[in-house]
């Protein structure tokens, strides 16, 4: 007969208990989340930072609101020839075409179109309503984390400063960012869900951290560069601190490195498979991301206005009163602000110094977001440009694009640690609204008041068209991106002119219904003439016929001819002769950059067959194909893993 070792549980610092000589811990138990009050009353506390959004009107001056209204526009327009996860936007950079979603993170602008498509409402409406969803998610992801290990007030104060603080107001309102606003619900939930990996364990704690981080991934592939350091420090610190042996410990008082490392290994199983699970669920994304940006001109994202030097911070700005509705300009005299707050500061130092000396390992994570803090914070200062110069660390810096982005880590630090002031080791817990916490909440909100403001206007360019498109793009010179066989960036074209022209008339403004250049040299109708005979933001099919007989009615053949597409060129596009008109293919044709001119647009050499037609369509690549293969087969794993939890206990009792 076997002894089972005695379970000896003790409650340690951070008022959580620890089951001692098992592999498993589990925290003190508390009200499941979603009956939390407080959870509800986050949510509920960030109307005051939803309320400028419910104003009639649109906010068209901020600095990237239009950008989101019309890239909406654009997933829109490929989502109605049945294409959901688009990766080509055909009437960017003047209807030649930019393969903007496979370099972009589509997740938000996924979750606008289905408001668009099902709700049938319009463009400006749904980019609102995603920003709305953004603050009340933020507000509950940062209180679900925060709760978890310093108490339901603190998370309370958390999810309050996370809402109101100043950066996260200005990425709202003043730069109107949606993919970085939407990114701040993930950042928390990343946090949470890899704690709860940790500690508690268990398959949905993995499935939460593998979900939080490909939707970090899919939202916004520029903070997860930021955000990932982060993450991967605290997952490190979590399992160092919090593993714990299953062993006797010997009268040396030592345990056994063997020991030790597999208590290490054991606790990181599940934070770290959750991590590769959320690689795997957004490899569709990140990998032709990273395979296939080098098909497209990267000097437009780095040069010019763009130019990290001209935007870092100076020291005073931190800290200064000033906030403004305009742009980031080189020196300290931006028309934006980019204070951290008072109040987010004040709590979190203070919060740091009474409970340092009454958690032990609590303060390991404290620690970990201070430091954070501050070196995020250092990267985005004038203090911190040498770094940018540096041949590893320069690049991974560089991505931020401007140097002040990486004050989204430095709110996400300052907001949990703001919420140390009201740990569950400072004041007595309570099911109900404190006046201390009352008071707190008021004062968080009352200093970002003045900020809660956006600018209605009206839209310059005129309502949402592709008329309207090409009049942004013109103005701004913005989403005129380029594929890496441009030589010359365009400034116009015969598509935006045609645009113009309908509008202009005073007609509904139709999509162009053909991409054949029939102005190119040797299309002169006699040996080389065609049409299009079909056509959608993703496909063309033509009709061509060569050295046509009038008389004898017939096409003959010669291999000296080539179609001209107005789009430009990039991987994925590929051409086919078919058998007959919407035939079937019969024979790949090239698809060539063309070799004169600046644009860089797709050629098809036309096959010596006398006349036919010819599709030429944008398909995946390799890298896309693989991406979306990798992605199923981990949505699949998980839901075994599901199934699998749910057969266990059956299985048990069989047994």
């Known amino acids: 007969m076997t002894l089972l070792p005695q379970t000896q549980t003790k409650t340690i610092d951070d008022g959580s208990a620890i089951h001692m000589g098992t592999p498993s811990h589990t925290l003190r138990v508390t009200m499941p989340l979603w009956r939390d009050p407080f959870l509800w009353l986050a949510v509920l506390l960030s109307i005051f930072a939803i309320a400028p959004f419910l104003l009639p009107g649109y906010f068209w001056g901020a600095n990237d609101a239009r950008h989101h209204v019309y890239f909406l526009f654009e997933y829109d327009r490929v989502v109605q020839d049945g294409i959901w996860w688009p990766r080509w936007s055909p009437d960017f950079a003047f209807g030649y ?31 609102e309503s995603i920003f709305v969803l953004s603050i009340g998610a933020s507000a509950a992801a940062m209180y679900a984390f925060v709760r978890s290990w310093q108490g339901r007030a603190s998370g309370l104060v958390a999810a309050v400063v996370y809402t109101y603080i100043p950066y996260h107001l200005l990425n709202l309102y003043v730069r109107a960012n949606l993919a970085e606003s939407m990114a701040f619900v993930w950042m928390p939930l990343c946090l949470w869900t890899v704690r709860q990996a940790t500690i508690r364990r268990g398959y949905r704690w993995l499935v939460g951290v593998a979900v939080s981080y490909a939707g970090l991934m899919l939202t916004s592939n520029l903070i997860i560069v930021l955000f990932t350091p982060l993450l991967g420090l605290y997952t490190l610190l979590l399992v160092l601190v919090y593993s714990r042996p299953n062993t006797e410990v010997g009268l040396s008082g030592r345990i056994p490195w063997q020991t030790r490392l597999w208590a290490w290994v054991s606790t990181a199983l599940m934070p770290g498979l959750g991590l590769l699970a959320g690689i795997g669920l957004s490899t569709i994304f990140w990998l032709p991301m990273l395979l296939e940006r080098q098909y497209v001109r990267v000097d437009q994202w780095f040069g010019g206005r763009y130019d990290y030097r001209d935007h870092f911070l100076y020291f005073f700005q931190l800290f200064s009163p000033r906030w403004g509705f305009g742009t980031s300009e080189a020196g300290p005299n931006d028309t934006m602000g980019f204070q951290l707050g008072a109040a987010g500061l004040i709590l979190a130092t203070v919060g740091v110094m009474l409970i340092w000396t009454l958690v032990r390992r609590q303060r390991w994570e404290i620690a970990c977001f201070v430091l954070v803090a501050v070196v995020a914070t250092f990267f985005s200062l004038t203090w911190g440009a040498f770094l940018w110069q540096l041949p590893l660390i320069g690049s991974v810096l560089q991505s931020a694009q401007f140097p002040w982005r990486w004050l989204s880590v430095t709110v996400l630090c ?106 190119a040299p040797g299309f002169d109708y006699e040996t080389l003439g065609g049409g299009t005979v079909a056509h959608s933001t993703v496909m063309e099919e033509v009709y061509f016929c060569t050295d046509y007989n009038r008389a004898e009615r017939s096409c003959s053949p010669r291999d000296d001819k080539v179609l001209v597409f107005n789009q430009f060129y990039y991987p994925g596009w590929r051409a086919y002769l078919l058998d007959g008109e919407h035939g079937a293919p019969i024979q790949e044709l090239e698809v060539i950059p063309e070799e004169t001119g600046t644009l860089g647009r797709m050629t098809v050499p036309v096959p010596p067959v006398g006349e036919g037609y010819i599709l030429l369509r944008f398909e995946d690549t390799a890298p896309r194909i693989i991406g979306r293969q990798v992605s199923l087969a981990t949505i699949v794993l998980l839901g075994l893993g599901f199934f699998a939890q749910f057969l266990r206990p059956w299985l048990r009792r069989k047994g």
């Open 97 to 127: 075409g930019y393969p903007f979603f496979n370099i972009y993170g589509p997740l938000s602008h996924f979750l606008a179109e289905l408001l668009v498509h099902f709700g049938h409402v319009g463009y400006t409406t749904a980019v």
């Open 414 to 519: 300052i907001s949990v640690l703001s919420g140390l002031a009201l740990h569950r080791r400072l004041v007595t817990g309570t099911r109900y609204l404190t006046l201390p916490l009352l008071t707190v909440l008021i004062v968080v909100i009352l200093s970002s008041y003045p900020y809660l403001q956006v600018q209605i206007s009206e839209p310059a360019e005129g309502p949402v068209s592709l008329a309207g498109l090409m009049r942004f793009q013109q103005s701004s010179d913005e989403m005129t991106g380029s594929t890496a066989w441009v030589k010359e960036i365009p400034t116009w074209s015969d598509a935006a002119d045609y645009y113009i022209s309908q509008d202009q008339r005073g007609e509904p403004v139709q999509p162009v219904d053909s991409l054949l250049d029939t102005s």
